[in-house]
């Protein structure tokens, strides 16, 4: 480990912001998007869910797990992107951490993600959503929630680095729907076939959805499941965290 | 071995593919040494090994086997060391093209742990010393293609390196672009940076290189100083440029060496062909023009060009595979 971690992981961060100030409709976009799919989910959609009490209180905290999951295509599409510019090749070439290229991006990627919740909450409250657990919870289950991105992140990150053309992405892309959407984000296991309802439990997006319902105290929260939702991305994190930085660290053997 | 700042030996790169016929032998036991301080030239058409080379010494690229020291520290084991201590110009740009020229400069500058108040100011002086200076906030994306050359260089440049890999600096330059790159790899090595410049062109290695090699499939197949090597492939020629094109034809069969090894440039009405003796060349020629009536505009010996020498070279290079 290189005494330049930290600093040069800020230079990242850094370029990562100054891309933004560059391109704010992209980020808009990326903002708004989350957005769409809740009202769509709330309002086209939303209603006939076997769900007790409203479905809006069980929908958006389903919504913003739901969107934490998908920052892995924008974070595996932005690595795949810069792996194949050539500015890479001067990073490579100069004295700096190696991983503060990942980190940059990782750290960027986090702050979209903390301010997509914030939008996200926003809009969910404007809907009528009312969290019930105090405040103690609404802070535990955004916490929950930035984790389980974390560990997204890195997962994106290794991904891309596996995938290495922005094509492989698309191929990705296409299962990260379905694994999203089978997850208990927008309807409940109860009301699946057992077999789906069994893929749905395990899946770590369903563990971290139903504890952030349980932590909004709202409906499909489940006691218990907290621990799961901080234990999976740790797992995850610990997986594949050291992967991707062994694989950076590797290119261009 | 202290007088070397990079020396190779052996270096092999295959890149990969599964399957044999995928299998391409980048470099194929390269040898190299450039002493310190001095302009080395690598010469050699497009495959030669070239940007796999650099890419090796820039420690980008693994070798598969043989020994890569650049500045004393070895390209796999001791990357860090070498990072420290080189700069680089690959053949495509290495910028962020999404961002402003000076926002790259101070990107990379404090990548170089120069600090922040360091860093602007050494952005400021690249961009003034490379004619970047009101460029404003356009993005290198909208740079013109020798804008971005300049910048990339001077993104190489940021701390001054002992060492300077230059991977074909000027292909697509015009020629004022490459003067300007000419000009400041002169001023480098006026301060003692060694670089190793690859080239297709022939003049470029003449105009900057004390040393060139000539690399083929992976392997140097000469190297020397320009002179030498001029003078190791088929010593002196002559040149006859005649009056009418038409006499072309007969002149061939007047020259002393066999029609096969004459070089005949129409549009110029030149003949050129080797010679081992030059004096008894030179009035054999002019006597034998005379006689046959061929009206000759002019007749020189000269020293081959390094192109003659490269196609030499590298077409024999061809014939004995
Ligand atoms: N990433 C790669 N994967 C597979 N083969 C490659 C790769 N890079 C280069 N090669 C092959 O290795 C050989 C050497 O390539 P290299 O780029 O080093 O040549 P070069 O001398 O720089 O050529 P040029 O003058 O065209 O830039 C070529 O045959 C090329 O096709
Ligand atoms: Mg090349």
């Known amino acids: 480990m290189s005494a330049y971690v930290l600093t040069d992981s800020w230079t990242m961060t850094r370029r990562e912001l100054a891309h933004w100030a560059r391109q704010p409709v992209q980020v808009v976009v990326s903002l708004v998007f989350p957005v769409m799919l809740l009202l769509m989910f709330g309002y086209l959609i939303g209603g006939g869910r076997a769900v007790e009490g409203a479905y809006v209180d069980y929908l958006v905290p389903g919504m913003l ?189 | 071995m202290a007088d070397m700042a990079i020396s190779v030996e052996g270096a092999h790169k295959t890149y990969g593919g599964k399957k044999a016929k995928d299998v391409k032998k980048a470099l194929d036991g390269l040898d190299l040494r450039v002493v310190r301080g001095t302009v080395h030239g690598v010469l050699g058409p497009n495959g030669a090994g070239k940007t796999t080379l650099v890419r090796v010494l820039a420690t980008l690229l693994r070798p598969d086997s043989g020994r890569v020291e650049v500045a004393g520290y070895d390209v796999v084991t001791e990357a860090r060391a070498v990072r420290f201590r080189i700069g680089l110009l690959g053949q495509h740009a290495a910028l962020d093209e999404e961002l402003g020229g000076r926002q790259n400069l101070e990107m990379f500058a404090r990548l170089h742990h120069l600090g922040a108040r360091h860093a602007r100011v050494r952005a400021d002086e690249l961009l003034e010393r490379f004619d970047l200076g009101d460029t404003g906030r356009k993005p290198v994306r909208a740079y013109s293609g020798g804008m971005r050359r300049r910048l990339d260089l001077a993104a190489s440049l940021v701390t001054d390196p002992e060492i300077l890999f230059l991977d074909e600096p000027t292909t697509g330059l015009d020629p004022r672009g490459r003067a300007e790159v000419w000009s400041a790899v002169r001023s480098l090595v006026g301060g003692g940076t060694t670089v190793l410049l690859t080239t297709q062109y022939l003049e470029e290695a003449d105009q900057l290189a004390g040393r060139i090699s000539v690399v083929d499939r992976g392997r140097v197949i000469a190297d020397g100083t320009p002179d030498e090597l001029k003078s190791r492939t088929g010593g002196d020629r002559i040149d006859v440029v005649l009056r009418d094109a038409g006499q072309l034809g007969a002149a061939v069969a007047l020259l002393p060496v066999p029609e096969s090894g004459v070089s005949v440039d129409v549009d110029r009405r030149l003949l050129s062909a080797p010679v081992t003796d030059r004096m008894t060349a030179l009035s054999g020629v002019v006597r034998a023009l005379e006689e046959a009536g061929i009206d000759a505009e002019d007749v020189a010996l000269r020293r081959p060009t390094l192109d003659e020498v490269f196609l030499h070279l590298t077409g024999a290079g061809e014939v004995a595979a």
């Not at chain 1, 990073?91 to 979209?112: I, K, W």
């Not at chain 1, 929630?145 to 680095?161: D, Y």
């Not at chain 1, 990705?172 to 379905?178: E, T």
């Open chain 1, 65 to 253: 797990a739901l969107t934490m999951a998908f920052g892995l295509e924008g974070t595996m599409l932005a690595v795949t992107q810069d792996l194949n510019k050539g500015v890479i090749d001067r990073f490579r070439s100069m004295p700096m951490a190696d991983e503060a290229v990942l980190v940059g991006r990782s750290a960027a990627d986090m702050l979209q993600s903390a301010i997509g919740l914030v939008v996200l909450i926003g809009v969910g409250l404007a809907l009528g959503w009312r969290p019930q657990g105090g405040g103690g919870g609404f802070l535990g289950a955004v916490g929950l929630l930035l984790l389980f991105r974390f560990a997204m992140l890195w997962v994106g990150i290794q991904l891309a680095l596996v995938a290495g053309r922005p094509e492989m992405v698309q191929a990705v892309q296409i299962l990260v729907w379905p694994v999203g959407f089978l997850s208990n984000a927008l309807a409940t296991p109860a009301a699946m076939p057992g077999w789906l309802g069994a893929v749905v439990q395990w899946n770590p997006m369903s563990q971290t959805a139903t504890a952030v319902r349980e932590l909004f105290g709202g409906p499909g929260g489940e006691p218990g499941h907290v621990w799961a939702a901080v234990v999976w991305p740790l797992v995850l994190l610990a997986v594949f965290f050291p992967l991707a930085v062994r694989r950076f660290r590797g290119l261009g053997r």
